[in-house]
């Protein structure tokens, strides 16, 4: 079987929120600008996961390409080692969008969800120990 070949993997956001995306996960999660234009921002973070988002409606993109996410099908979920914890920090951010407050899951994962300002579910995630 043939395969591509690919080194690093990122999602790329259609979203007119640029600047609030790239302020979101810069200011809540401790990622970095590693490109920066007024129609694409891309963003690393220290353990090596990366997020691009891109203006909508760019005329050098394909048609496919220019709607903007509409809000749904995508979680972006990030492992924590104590989700409660983390809950806490987060209720004192203001404005910060918290959709699912901590909970404990029956199958036991700890999480709450977050949606960042391109509307995208974030996930933190506390993974259930066997």
Request: glycine content about 4%; proline content about 17%.
């Given at each position: 079987m043939q395969t591509i070949d690919v080194s690093v993997q990122y999602p790329v956001v259609i979203t007119p929120n640029l600047e609030e995306c790239r302020d979101f996960y810069v200011d809540h999660f401790g990622f970095d600008i590693v490109f920066e234009a007024d129609w694409y921002i891309q963003l690393k973070h220290e353990n090596g996961i990366e997020l691009g988002?891109?203006?909508?409606?760019?005329?050098?993109?394909?048609?496919f390409l220019h709607a903007a996410y509409d809000g749904k099908g995508i979680i972006v979920t990030y492992d924590v080692e104590d989700a409660q914890e983390e809950?806490?920090?987060?209720?004192?951010?203001?404005?910060?969008?918290?959709v699912l407050p901590y909970t404990e899951e029956e199958w036991g994962q700890k999480h709450f969800i977050l949606k960042d300002p391109a509307g995208v579910f974030v996930d933190i995630v506390q993974q259930a120990i066997e």
């Open positions: 988002f891109m203006r909508p409606n760019l005329p050098n993109q394909p048609p809950y806490e920090k987060a209720q004192k951010i203001e404005g910060l969008a918290i």
